[in-house]
C-alpha cells in the first residue's frame, strides 16, 4: 500500500513540476499567442484537477491505514502542490495578454508589453455632391486664367455630381516606457475606393489617396532635468485652439501632420511650447539649383491657465518661411509673383472659456497680425473671430444657441506693392464647420456671420443646424477655398468684377450617433447658395448640395 501510495504521488509530482515549469517559461517569455497562453492555462488546470482526485485517493487509503504517519505527510505534500499550482494559474491568468484595464489589445505580456498600449481606427466616408467645387468633372468654370480646369479651376455645372467612398485606416502603438521616456508609432492607410494615388499624398494638390505611410512616430523625452519640460522630436500632430491657423486637417482622409521639434513646459499655472518643423523638403518646386528652397515652421505658445477667471488665455506667434525662389503654386495662386520666398510673422491670442458663475455662457475670442514678405510684395494682414453661446442645461435635449462673426483681410489692389490678403497658414477649416461643413471658404479675405443650434436628445445623440452669410472683404481680391486656393485657380487678368461682394449662403445639417462604445456614425448635409458675386464671375448660378454618411471604428 505504501509503495503504491509512493507511486502515485510521485507521478503526480512530476507531472506538476512539468506543468509549472512550463507555466513559468510562458509567462516569462517575451512574446506568446493568446492561443499558446489558453493551452498552458488548460495544462495547469488538467494538473490541478488530477492532483485534486489523487488526494481524494489518499484520503479513502488513509482510512484504511489511518496509523500511517508517512500516508499524511504525503497528503500534506500534495495540498502544498495544489496551492503552488493554483497560485500559477492565477499568476498566468493575470499576465493575459488582453490587460482588460489598461485597454491593451495585444498578443505580447511581458513586463514591457504591459506598458504598451496597442489600438486603430477605420473611418469610411461615403459623399454625393452636385453642383461645383466639390466636384472636379463639372463643365463649368469662374472665370480664371488661362488654362481653364487645367490651370486649376474646379468648375461647376447644373449636371455636375459625383459619388465616391474614401476610407482611412491606422493602427498604432504607444509605449509607456519609462518616466522620462515614451513613444508612439501611428501607420496609416487613405484610399478612394476604386482608385490608387500616390504615395506622396496631399502635397501640391488635393488627394484623399497617401496609400500607406507613416503618420505619426516621435519619442518624447519627460520630467527633463526634473523639470516640468518635455521634449517631442519626430513626425507629429499639432494643434493649437480652434485650429483656426495649426491644426491636423483631420477630416481630410489623409490629415497633416509636422516634421520636427517640439518643446513643451507645463504646469498648473502655465502652458509654454516651441516648435521647429520641416513643413515641405524644397517646397514645391523644380529643381532649381539653389542652396536652400525649403518651407518651415517656426512657432511659440504661452498659454495662461488661471491669469483670466474661468478662461485660458494663449498667446501665439508662428513663422512661416519659404525660401523657394522658382515657381511656387501655392504662392502663385495666392497673389505672389514666382520666383520669389515668402516669409509671413504671425502674431495672436486666444481667449476661450465661461463666464464665472454663470457656465452656461461659453465664449471664444481669436484674433492675429501678419506682416513680411509676399514674394516681392510687403504682407500686412490681419484676422478675428468672436463666438459665443448659451446652453439651457436645465431643459430636456440641453439646446445650445451660438453665435459667430469671423473676419480677414482681403486685398483691393492684387497687381500694387502690397499683399493684405491674410495668410490662413496650417488650419483645419472643416473643424465644428467654423466657416462651413461644405469647405468652400477659408478664414482670407471674407466675412462669416453664423448662427447655429445644437440639441442632444440623448447621450449617444446630437443633432446642430448651421446657417453662414459669407461676404468678401475686397471683391477684387478672390474667393478662397478651404484648402486656401483661389476658387478659380489663377487671377484672371482682368480682375474680377467688383460690383458685389456678397459671396454665397449655407445651410448646415449634422447629425452624431455613438451606435456602440467603439462605434461612432456622423452624418451631414450642405447646401451652398450662390450669391451676386459668385453670379457676376461665373457662367451660371448653380448652387451645391453636398451630404455625407461616415462611419468611425475604433479599438
Given at each position: 500500500m505504501k509503495n503504491r501510495l509512493w507511486k502515485t504521488c510521485l507521478g503526480g509530482f512530476v507531472a506538476a513540476v512539468f506543468c509549472a515549469a512550463a507555466g513559468s517559461?510562458?509567462?516569462?517569455?517575451?512574446?506568446?499567442?493568446?492561443?499558446?497562453?489558453?493551452?498552458?492555462?488548460?495544462?495547469?488546470?488538467?494538473?490541478?484537477?488530477?492532483?485534486?482526485?489523487?488526494?481524494?485517493?489518499?484520503?479513502?487509503?488513509?482510512?484504511?491505514?489511518?496509523?500511517?504517519?508517512?500516508?499524511?505527510?504525503?497528503?500534506?505534500?500534495?495540498?502544498?502542490?495544489?496551492?503552488?499550482?493554483?497560485?500559477?494559474?492565477?499568476?498566468?491568468?493575470?499576465?493575459?495578454?488582453?490587460?482588460?484595464?489598461?485597454?491593451?489589445?495585444g498578443n505580447v505580456y511581458s513586463e514591457f508589453a504591459k506598458k504598451v498600449k496597442l489600438g486603430g481606427q477605420i473611418r469610411t466616408r461615403a459623399e454625393y455632391a452636385n453642383g461645383y467645387y466639390q466636384v472636379p468633372t463639372s463643365n463649368a468654370t469662374l472665370n480664371g486664367g488661362a488654362g481653364g480646369a487645367t490651370a486649376g479651376v474646379v468648375g461647376r455645372g447644373e449636371s455636375s455630381d459625383d459619388d465616391y467612398v474614401l476610407n482611412q485606416t491606422r493602427i498604432w502603438a504607444d509605449a509607456d516606457v519609462n518616466e522620462h521616456l515614451r513613444m508612439f508609432i501611428q501607420l496609416q492607410d487613405a484610399r478612394t475606393f476604386g482608385a490608387e494615388g500616390t504615395t506622396v499624398g496631399f502635397a501640391n494638390g488635393y488627394d484623399e489617396n497617401s496609400i500607406t505611410d507613416l503618420h505619426q512616430g516621435y519619442f518624447d523625452l519627460r520630467k527633463l532635468f526634473d523639470l516640468p519640460l518635455t521634449v517631442r522630436v519626430g513626425r507629429q500632430e499639432i494643434i493649437w485652439g480652434d485650429h483656426r491657423v495649426l491644426g491636423n486637417f483631420v477630416w481630410s482622409n489623409v490629415g497633416r501632420t509636422f516634421d520636427g521639434g517640439r518643446f513643451m513646459w507645463d504646469t498648473d499655472e502655465i502652458h509654454i511650447e516651441a516648435i521647429a518643423a520641416r513643413v515641405d523638403e524644397d517646397g514645391f518646386t523644380t529643381n532649381d539649383g539653389?542652396?536652400?528652397?525649403?518651407?518651415?515652421?517656426?512657432?511659440?505658445?504661452?498659454?495662461?491657465?488661471?491669469?483670466?477667471?474661468?478662461?485660458?488665455?494663449?498667446?501665439?506667434?508662428?513663422?512661416r518661411n519659404d525660401?523657394?525662389?522658382?515657381?511656387?503654386?501655392?504662392?502663385?495662386?495666392?497673389?505672389?509673383?514666382?520666383?520669389?520666398?515668402?516669409?509671413?510673422?504671425?502674431?495672436?491670442?486666444?481667449?476661450?472659456?465661461?463666464?464665472p458663475n454663470l457656465d452656461a455662457i461659453d465664449y471664444t475670442l481669436e484674433a492675429h497680425g501678419q506682416f513680411g514678405d509676399f514674394g516681392d510684395q510687403t504682407h500686412k494682414a490681419y484676422a478675428l473671430a468672436a463666438k459665443g453661446g448659451y446652453t439651457f442645461k436645465d431643459m430636456n435635449w440641453k439646446p445650445r444657441f451660438g453665435f459667430e462673426y469671423a473676419h480677414a483681410s482681403g486685398d483691393d489692389d492684387p497687381t500694387d506693392n502690397d499683399h493684405d490678403t491674410f495668410d490662413n497658414l496650417y488650419p483645419t477649416n472643416h473643424m465644428n464647420g467654423i466657416y462651413g461643413f461644405a469647405d468652400l471658404v477659408s478664414w482670407q479675405?471674407?466675412?462669416?456671420?453664423?448662427?447655429?443650434?445644437?440639441?442632444?436628445?440623448?447621450?449617444?445623440?446630437?443633432?446642430?443646424?448651421?446657417?453662414?452669410?459669407?461676404?468678401?472683404?475686397?471683391?477684387?481680391?478672390?474667393w478662397y477655398l478651404a484648402n486656401g486656393f483661389l476658387a478659380s485657380g489663377v487671377r484672371p487678368a482682368g480682375g474680377y468684377d467688383d460690383d458685389d461682394n456678397e459671396l454665397a449662403q449655407e445651410v448646415d445639417l449634422t447629425v452624431s450617433y455613438q451606435l456602440y462604445k467603439n462605434v461612432g456614425i456622423l452624418g451631414g448635409y450642405s447646401w451652398f447658395g450662390a450669391g451676386d458675386w459668385i453670379e457676376n464671375n461665373s457662367d451660371s448660378d448653380v448652387d451645391t448640395n453636398w451630404v455625407y454618411l461616415q462611419t468611425t471604428v475604433t479599438f
Open positions: 517559461q510562458s509567462y516569462g517569455a517575451s512574446a506568446k499567442s493568446l492561443e499558446e497562453m489558453e493551452k498552458e492555462l488548460n495544462a495547469l488546470r488538467a494538473s490541478v484537477s488530477a492532483l485534486t482526485d489523487q488526494i481524494e485517493s489518499v484520503k479513502q487509503e488513509k482510512e484504511v491505514v489511518a496509523s500511517s504517519s508517512d500516508t499524511n505527510k504525503e497528503v500534506e505534500a500534495l495540498r502544498n502542490e495544489v496551492s503552488t499550482l493554483k497560485e500559477e494559474m492565477r499568476t498566468a491568468a493575470n499576465a493575459e495578454p488582453t490587460l482588460k484595464a489598461e485597454d491593451i489589445a539653389s542652396d536652400n528652397s525649403d518651407e518651415n515652421l517656426y512657432a511659440a505658445q504661452f498659454a495662461f491657465k488661471k491669469l483670466v477667471p474661468g478662461a485660458l488665455l494663449e498667446l501665439m506667434y508662428l513663422s525660401e523657394d525662389n522658382v515657381a511656387n503654386l501655392n504662392n502663385i495662386i495666392n497673389g505672389a509673383p514666382a520666383g520669389d520666398s515668402l516669409e509671413v510673422h504671425d502674431f495672436g491670442f486666444r481667449l476661450d472659456g465661461k463666464i479675405n471674407m466675412h462669416d456671420i453664423r448662427f447655429n443650434a445644437k440639441v442632444t436628445p440623448t447621450t449617444k445623440l446630437t443633432v446642430q443646424v448651421d446657417y453662414h452669410y459669407f461676404l468678401l472683404d475686397e471683391a477684387e481680391d478672390g
